[in-house]
């Protein structure tokens, strides 16, 4: 076993972490070692030290870019001195129908998470990235970059790919209408990245505080959604709205602003009963709601169309229940509260609601 330095939670809910020497496994064939030069902050990473999943201390960490430092006899795409990057996930089956396409997110038998998950060689527990050494089969290790920034570039890994995402299954490019709801750790990255790609930006926040931010980000102008002719105004406005806001909120002025064909792409809303200090009443009832009306029944009797073969949908991800294995307590799956509704005459548009990792997405 080798051995390094790690930041690890009590494990009684303070947010308080102890300096500790961690054990990292012996290098496998396909693994390579790094020393962990930057690791982000991300949200999830405060919910799991606060006891979400009430699975005791853990290292966490699950962005972070650092330098290979050893490689195994069968490594071939990495060598010592590499720039390097590790996210959210570690491990996967490697050959159900999801891994054989590269959406290893997707395994059929459950991602494993970067912490706090069971190793699926040896079955211990993970630790994360809040840490100087970390150990990686080189299929879930990636090459940063000659000219990124390494401590820049860390974010990208778990707040970055979950606004990247949405953004490319829309299509987003050149003259796209976008929207930004919110703008913290995931929106901030949201704009940036479609401002990148070419797009029209617009920062949606409650206040016009936050104005000043947003243009310096790129985006080209701030709505106010707390102004209800402002809302009126941007009706089937944008093309795509990601909306980050991390708490229990209404989506109504958003989905009003929704354009013909457009996605509404949910990012940060509460997951149901997950005990985080975002209120352990939290539900996405709303995001089921917005859900429902991709049902077929809802899409004929609003006179829409499917999409066109080979057009790629956003999958949802962050309300489907897990794959492998029973799900953690608290996070049992329930039934949808569906009831039957009448078919009313609406506008012949769709609305797409894509639910994309959210920012504890490796819970
Ligand atoms: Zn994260
Ligand atoms: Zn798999």
Known sequence: MRTTTAWRSTGDGSV????VTIERRDLRDHDIALRVDYCGVCHSDLHRVKGMLKEGAIVPGHEFTGTVTAVGPAVTRFAPGDRVAV????????KCAMCEIGQENYCLEGPTSTYGAKDRVDGTKNQGGYSREFVVTERFAYHLPD????????????????????????????????AVAGL??????????????GAEVTVLSRTPDKAGDAR???????????????????????????????IEHDLTPY????????????????????????GADARPQEAHRVRHR?????????????????????????????????????QQRRPLPLRPRPVRPRPARRLTTAVARTAWCAA
Do not use: N
């Open 255 to 278: 989905i009003s602003m929704v354009a013909l064909d457009g996605t509404l792409s949910i990012l940060g809303y509460p997951l149901p009963d997950h005990g985080c200090d975002h």
């Open 294 to 330: 991709r049902h077929p029944a809802d899409r004929r009797a609003a006179g829409v169309r499917r999409p066109a073969p080979g057009h790629r949908r956003h999958r949802g991800a962050a309300v489907q229940p897990r794959r492998g294995g029973a799900p953690p307590p608290g």
């Open 184 to 197: 913290g750790g995931l929106g901030h990255l949201g704009v940036k990245l479609a401002v990148a790609l």
């Open 147 to 178: 000219g990124l920034d390494p401590a820049g570039a860390a974010p990208l890994l778990c707040a970055g790919i979950t606004t990247w995402e949405p953004l490319r299954a829309a299509g987003v490019g050149k003259g796209t209408k976008v």
């Open 16 to 19: 308080t972490l102890e300096r």
């Open 216 to 246: 310096a980000l790129g985006a080209c102008d701030l709505l106010v959604t707390t102004d209800e002719a402002q809302v009126a105004a941007a009706r089937y406005r944008f093309d795509v709205i990601l909306d980050t806001v991390p």
């Open 87 to 94: 996210g959210t996930i570690v491990d996967s089956c490697g």
